[in-house]
């Protein structure tokens, strides 16, 4: 699972049926890369936490329907980048 | 789910069946990587998507037999890169 | 999908029985990289094609029992790369 | 599977119930990476391990309802970095 | 699938029931990346091999119930890297 952190929340009017009523984050990896995650825990901007990629990300959400590939399962504590 | 510009459509007419009539888009990351995508949601060249990888890419096209393993989402309303 | 060329054929004499007589392609990256497909399209050293990972490069060969990992889909019509 | 050390435990309160209580360590790859792995093993800190991905890691949990994407396979006898 | 080199096995007392009594290798990569495979073949150290990842590695071992991401496929016949 990959240690990110919550930058901002992402707004998307139109998207597909499948990712539902999902709510989306914009996540920054240590390096910069910037992902898109589905988050089922309901994080603040600037935590960092781990997300799971895959298969996996969708039974996280607590719904394999959701057609995600990267969900938040988590808040890490403490965090020294 | 990856951040990504679209830059133009696939032409490919020699494709395996299993792609059925999907729409194709090439489309950019923010170093320049560029990957082909199916596209359910009709997003025009310029805009910032999001999209799926693996099992979720078939799942997004809301027809599980097509044999893609990178689907676009949604358009992101607002994207500074 | 990956956007990659087809180098040559791999001969490969030694195999698991997985893979029958599935047709093997070295591809090559925009960077370099080397990567092995199946081939159920039949394409000739020196042409763009775009290729699919995972599960979802099973279900292009149309045979899901084929052990392979990356299916090339399609020919690219035009690419400058 | 990758090659990674094991550099410490997550603490992590507030977490997805699908990881249930399964032990959460911090791996760190040849090149610095940082990673969050479930551990079924009990691995102390500074040992070298292997562990998979995917499917497979939920698999390797003895549980496949815990919703991983990475879980460590086993110690590394003897490792020169 | 990817192209590796077999470099040595991989001696491992400690593991996941999940493994059995697979046989892993070392695989070094042509930038020098190390990953750990089981390998259905028998392969020598020194062969360059390409093997295949995730569900399918599984697959490839004759096993599904093999908790592997990465299996060796076979042995190239000729190589130059």
């Known amino acids: 699972m ?3 952190r919550v930058r901002e929340e992402l707004v998307c009017t139109r998207r597909v049926p ?3 009523q999902a709510s ?3 996540l920054e ?3 910069g890369t910037l992902l898109v995650a589905t988050d089922p825990v309901g994080v603040p901007p600037g935590k960092w936490v781990f997300a799971t990629v ?5 039974h996280a959400m607590g719904d ?5 590939d990267l969900t ?3 808040i890490i504590d ?3 980048p």
């Open 24 to 26: 989306l984050r914009v």
């Open 18 to 20: 499948g990712l539902k």
């Open 29 to 31: 990896g240590e390096r």
């Open 54 to 58: 895959g298969t996996a990300a969708r």
């Open 72 to 74: 938040i399962c988590g």
């Open 64 to 68: 394999y329907d959701v057609h995600t």
């Open 78 to 80: 403490h965090w020294e």
């Open 2 to 4: 990959d240690i990110l």
